[in-house]
Antibody, heavy 121, light 107 residues
């Protein structure tokens, strides 16, 4: 059974840092691109970042580029998101999602349960 | 960036109703479109990929259609567990973008 389990969320002050983790199990982690998607309270879904299966490529939303860094450890089956220079508008539930490639493009087939990040004084 | 526009933003329906949600892309995306269901306080769940392919384990009351810029999600007979928010998303190019969501409420 495919499982994705996020951890590392919490309360942080503006300007602070946090690292989220997403542990994968039940599948060959290194065969899949992985993505972070966030959802601010009461709002819709927002794509944040994607990393290729072998970490050879990374992609970021303009809203986080230069502040967030995505990485992965395929031997440890874990995806990471380093969040720096946090702002109040980064407050959200952060989900990790697995990509499955069909016709040369990956769609999100499995999602984690989410980790809440709150940026506040 | 490709903008995804869903309509309506919310709707009221009764158990047994047929519900149709539309999603329009600001430019052609082929069939690289997915639909997700999100119940309150829960993670999104994938329903449809490639515009019309049913994700494994998803009941056949859900169906998707369309290509290019115009897409639809149909729920053939609404059940209590289907009252949720639905999102479309294009995955043809970065930045990946979602529609604003359609909240399906009890009439």
């Amino acid at each position: 059974e495919v499982q994705l389990l996020e951890s590392g969320g919490g309360l942080v002050q503006p300007g602070g840092s946090l690292r989220l983790s997403c542990a994968g199990s039940g599948f060959t982690f290194g065969n899949h691109a992985m993505t972070w998607v966030r959802q601010a309270p009461g709002k819709g879904l927002e794509w944040v970042s994607t990393i290729a299966s072998d970490a050879s490529a990374t992609f970021y939303a303009d809203s986080v580029r230069g502040r967030f860094t995505v990485s992965r450890d395929n031997s440890g089956k874990t995806l990471y998101l380093q969040l720096n220079s946090l702002r109040a508008e980064d407050t959200a539930v952060y989900y990790c999602a697995r990509s499955f490639v069909v016709d040369d493009r990956g769609y999100f087939d499995f999602w984690g349960q989410g980790a809440l990040v709150t940026v506040s004084t | 960036d490709i903008q995804m526009t869903q309509s309506p933003s919310s709707l009221s329906a009764a158990v047994g109703d047929r519900v149709i949600i539309t999603c329009r892309a600001s430019q052609g995306i082929g069939n690289y479109l997915a639909w997700f269901q999100q119940r309150p306080g829960k993670a999104p769940k994938t329903l449809i990929y490639a515009a019309s392919s049913l994700q494994s384990g998803v009941p056949s009351k859900f169906s998707g259609s369309g290509s290019g810029t115009d897409f639809t999600l149909t729920i053939s007979s609404l059940q209590p567990e289907d009252f949720a928010t639905y999102y479309c998303q294009q995955y043809v190019t970065y930045p990946l973008t979602f529609g604003g969501g359609t909240r399906v409420q009890v009439k």
